[in-house]
């Protein structure tokens, strides 16, 4: 069975973790398939506007994707949702637990979503879990 679905759960704080996951959100959109993505844990922080809190490299692909100003994954989660047909959805726990607000999210964060929607929507097609 074949899907142009792209489920990818975000969970990691780490620069490498998040880009990647931005990579496959931004080229699947542009690439024509349904991207959803699932924002929770310790990737949360990095969806707050007008956050400063940089995400630290994991290794050394993290300090050259710095040094070489890669663009920032949260530019290439934008641009998957800009471009594509991709929706960054918030853990709706994480958002409770944070006690933030819609206003709070970056403009290219979709409404908090839950964790048992996000798995009967990716119930068909590609998951990926960073």
Not at 21 to 36: C, I, R
Not at 73 to 99: R, T
Request: net charge negative.
């Amino acid at each position: 069975m074949s899907s142009d679905r792209i489920s990818v759960m975000v969970t990691a704080g780490s620069r490498e973790q998040l880009q990647m996951a931005a990579m496959v959100a931004s080229v699947g959109a542009v690439s024509g398939n349904d991207v959803t993505v699932f924002v929770s844990m310790n990737a949360m922080k990095f969806f707050v506007k007008d956050s400063t809190e940089k995400a630290p490299a994991d290794g050394e692909m993290g300090v050259l994707l710095e040094e070489k100003n890669a663009p920032d994954f949260k530019e290439l989660f934008s641009q998957a949702v800009e471009y594509g047909d991709a929706k960054i959805f918030p853990c709706s726990m994480a958002v409770d637990i944070m006690g933030l607000k819609q206003d709070d999210l970056e403009s290219f964060v979709s409404e908090p979503l839950g964790l048992t929607a996000f798995l009967g929507d990716a119930s068909e097609g590609q998951v990926w879990h960073f």
